[in-house]
């Protein structure tokens, strides 16, 4: 395994604080730590913000970062509340929409030559065995498929964290039928040009899958590579007693996004939590969002706390809740989130919030917690005190981390 170097194109690797970083910055952590030579290209951090929580995680001799600028226009669309980006905002949609096909909302978009001259300079330089591309951004994979035509020996995996042809993002609900082609055409040339395809789940997969109408054969093999926790994360002293032995007083928290169409479950919960407030005086229960979505919803509820995101502070705060939310959406009740994972090794009760699916039914079966129905006893039986979590789970938690993980991507890379 030593001296085996990877190429790996992730937009939001750390320093930078969006969405996918935590994924590969824990996986490249740990391929690192197996003798791995990890190459990573990403976008030039240009947010004001605090550096990802996961920047710690990639400090290593055996991890080099290469910054790539987006396309400016991009950057024109990144916000619209004052009256001259207002104006940007319009000018870069209308040029974005006369020069690129597809959907014009894809963060790598018009930056194909750039990476791909970049990635075969690191390609030949050093020598290396194995490409992973993560999306979304989708470009990005769709980029690679090309440069894959130059370097038929590479390794490649492919990771999709989201669905590309059905996200309910990435403005791909409002395309035109001739746009819509434009992507899906994009993503039969990396079916048919990668070795692997990965995902989460099983369900997105299938999906990615059963989408593919290219004339060519699937040349790919699809992997299931769950998300996981790091147990670098946690250390003895977090895994304290809850405040469950005060019968009187239950703290429930949750972090991470406020996905698209939550609304209407989180005003379920809260009238539940009144009338369970009602039935029952001398208890009280406290629940604490942390979310970047905060501004959106402190206003609306009285008896839901909503904070800004503390990055890896928070699993301080589920060491000391009694329950922990999982929130999920109509579009992911099938995928087992981050979050699911890395909870596991605090051993809180789950309370799960949202459409009945996969996710829901695995809390039950693996004895991880309860569902929360639109019932006015539900709370009561939840919060009886008689009511507790098995100990039997269904396996051994140590399965989730992210040293396991990277055993399954050093199988692909050494058939």
């Avoid at 947010?47 to 790539?68: A, G, L, R």
């Avoid at 990771?159 to 082609?181: C, E, H, I």
């Avoid at 996004?257 to 209407?264: C, Q, S, T």
């Amino acid at each position: 395994m030593a001296n085996k170097k990877i190429l790996l194109l992730c937009w939001e690797y750390p320093p930078n604080k969006g969405i996918g970083g935590r994924r590969w910055a824990k996986l490249s952590k740990y391929m690192a730590k197996a003798g791995y030579e990890c190459h990573v290209i990403k976008s030039v951090n240009h947010s004001i913000s605090q550096p990802s929580p996961w920047t710690k995680d990639i400090q290593s001799d055996k991890i080099k970062v290469y910054d790539i600028e987006p396309h400016f226009l991009m950057k024109w669309l990144s916000g619209n509340v004052t009256t001259l980006k207002k104006i940007k905002y319009l000018l870069a949609q209308k040029l974005l929409l006369l020069i690129y096909n597809g959907t014009i909302y894809d963060k790598a978009i018009g930056i194909e030559q750039k990476l791909i001259k970049l990635s075969q300079k690191i390609i030949d330089k050093h020598q290396i065995d194995f490409i992973i591309v993560t999306a979304a951004p989708f470009n990005l994979m769709y980029y690679t498929a090309q440069l894959l035509k130059n370097n038929p020996k590479l390794i490649s995996l492919a990771d999709f964290r989201d669905p590309w042809l059905t996200a309910v993002n990435y403005g791909m609900k409002q395309l035109s039928p001739a746009r819509k082609k434009v992507e899906e055409e994009k993503q039969n040339l990396v079916l048919s040009n990668f070795n692997y395809i990965s995902a989460p789940n099983t369900f997105l997969l299938e999906e990615i899958e059963n989408s593919y109408t290219g004339k060519l054969p699937i040349k790919a093999q699809f992997i299931e590579i769950p998300h996981a926790f790091d147990i670098d994360d946690y250390n003895p002293n977090m895994n304290q007693p809850s405040t469950q032995s005060n019968s009187e007083k239950f703290q429930i928290v949750y972090g991470g996004a406020m996905y698209l169409g939550v609304e209407n479950y989180i005003a379920q919960f809260s009238k539940a939590i009144n009338d369970f407030e009602k039935q029952f005086p001398l208890k009280k229960i406290e629940v604490i969002f942390y979310t970047e979505d905060y501004k959106k919803f402190q206003s609306i509820y009285d008896n839901l706390i909503f904070k800004p995101s503390i990055g890896d502070e928070f699993l301080k705060e589920v060491a000391k809740a009694d329950y922990i939310l999982i929130l999920l959406a109509e579009h992911n009740k099938d995928s087992k989130t981050t979050k699911y994972y890395e909870y596991m090794p605090l051993n809180k009760p789950y309370i799960y919030l949202g459409p009945k699916g996969f996710v829901s039914e695995s809390i039950v079966v693996d004895h991880l917690g309860y569902v929360f129905s639109n019932n006015p006893n539900n709370l009561a039986t939840i919060f009886d005190s008689k009511s507790t979590i098995s100990e039997a789970k269904s396996e051994p938690i140590t399965q989730h981390s992210f040293g396991n993980r990277v055993n399954i991507l050093s199988q692909l890379f050494h058939k």
